[in-house]
């Protein structure tokens, strides 16, 4: 039968160990992890996300992208203190320290053969869970572009990563757009850009009709590649006759809903895209949202559709819109969260809805919440950095 121990009765268990392996003070490492083996113990580790790099340094840190794995392990990465994985039961941290190029991390996705790929401001990271199995480390390959300009070939961003249906992986980073088809890495020109932009295309989204959408900060409206042309949406043009003016004419590509709609944002608010009705593009095949219409706030960097079909969008707040209510009732489509509901900070970067139902939220200051439908739980505490015992304690058998 197992033993359950908190981290402080595991904390004073390994302390009589150390104390009844010890000689002369001195830990030994096998010793150590002979007489834990033998305990039969599973440690209860950090529940909630513990701060202990970047973010006590900077309070400017976010939690930054979100996945939930095929194992149903829900995946953090954070613009500071690397990513954490979080079993159910306890959340793991893996840094720089466990052969991640950088702990800043922009995004993060599961491909089809369950690795995880994890984009960060200096390249691209790669975990095999299958490996880890095997071998018992946590370690994390580093894959590296051959990029078109040697000028280009150090420290770039990795913005987003998506694999379309085919399978291949399409890369959005900071000196373009690339697609790896299992075997090496392909340059493709979405525009001629001559723009000395730090941002590039930022967001791909492949839509039901195998369309693909590009979108980032450096470029004016949205493309769209249909397999053989790509087309521009000039956004400032389509919005011309609309009721409220437009000062930005970039997107973001976010999601393509259950009805078919596509979802663009950006810092003016939200779009909503009618693909059924492309054949009148203007102001009656975009329908927009600002805050006027219940937004949080028009600044809008991450949204999701959950499985009861409603829209979240993150940025300046968080808020809920539900389609069917906007039948039902003009105003009463959207839903607005503060902090009465929980959610103490309201700059949000990253919105997931795990398996469960239940929506975890990452914002500014590496912060992390659950809603349960009620109420938001925070699911982080800021720690302090392990010095070199404590680590040996946390993690006996190494990496």
């Keep these: 039968m197992n033993n359950y121990f908190s981290i402080p009765q595991s904390l004073t268990f390994l302390t009589l160990l150390i104390i009844g392996t010890s000689c002369n003070g001195q830990v030994k490492k096998d010793a150590l992890q002979e007489n834990i083996s033998k305990s039969n113990i599973i440690f209860v580790g950090p529940q ?3 701060k202990n790099l970047g973010s006590l340094k900077d309070k400017g840190h976010n ?3 979100s996945l939930q794995d095929k194992a149903g392990n829900l995946w953090f990465g954070t613009s500071g203190d690397g990513v954490y994985k979080y079993d159910g039961y306890m959340f793991t941290q893996f840094t720089t320290s466990n052969g991640l190029n950088s702990n800043t991390i922009d995004c993060i996705l599961e491909d089809k053969n369950g690795k995880i790929w994890i984009g960060t401001d200096d390249g691209i990271c790669l975990y095999d869970p299958s490996a880890t ?14 990029l078109p300009d040697d ?9 987003s990563i998506m694999q379309d249906k085919s399978g291949k992986l399409w890369f959005a980073t900071q ?5 790896y088809d299992g075997k090496s890495f392909n340059f493709f020109k979405v525009v001629d850009d001559t723009k000395d932009c730090y941002a590039k295309i930022e967001k791909i989204l492949e ?3 195998g369309n693909f959408w590009f979108g980032g900060r450096c470029h004016d409206g949205v493309y769209r590649y249909d397999g053989k042309s790509i087309t521009k949406f000039d956004l400032e043009k389509l919005y011309q006759e609309g009721p409220t003016p437009r000062e930005r004419n970039w997107a973001f590509p976010q999601l393509q809903d259950k009805n078919g709609n596509i979802w663009f944002s950006n810092w003016d608010g939200v779009y909503r895209y009618d693909p059924s009705d492309s054949l ?19 600044v809008v960097a991450r949204m999701i559709e959950d499985k009861k079909g409603n829209i979240w969008f993150g940025g300046d707040g968080l808020s809920r819109y539900d389609p069917s209510a906007s039948l039902r009732a003009a105003g009463k489509s959207f839903t607005r969260f503060t902090s009465q509901d929980g959610l103490i900070n309201n700059s949000i970067w990253s919105i997931l809805e795990d398996k469960t139902g239940s929506i975890w939220v990452g914002t500014r200051n590496t912060s992390l919440f659950r809603y349960d439908g009620k109420t938001f739980t925070n699911y982080t505490e800021e720690g302090e950095q392990p010095d070199s015992l404590f680590e040996d304690i946390w993690n006996p058998f190494g990496n």
Excluded at 151 to 159: A, N, P
Excluded at 175 to 179: D, F, L, M
Excluded at 280 to 298: C, E, V
């Design 48 to 50: 909630k996300l513990v």
């Design 63 to 65: 939690v930054h992208c």
């Design 133 to 146: 199995l095997r071998t018992g480390d946590h370690k994390f390959s580093k894959i590296q572009i051959a």
């Design 151 to 159: 000028t280009l070939r150090g420290k770039y961003h990795v913005w």
């Design 175 to 179: 000196v373009g757009v690339y697609i």
């Design 207 to 209: 839509d039901n009709a």
């Design 280 to 298: 009148r593009i203007g102001s009656k095949s975009f329908t927009t949202f600002t805050k006027k219409d219940g937004l949080s706030g028009n």
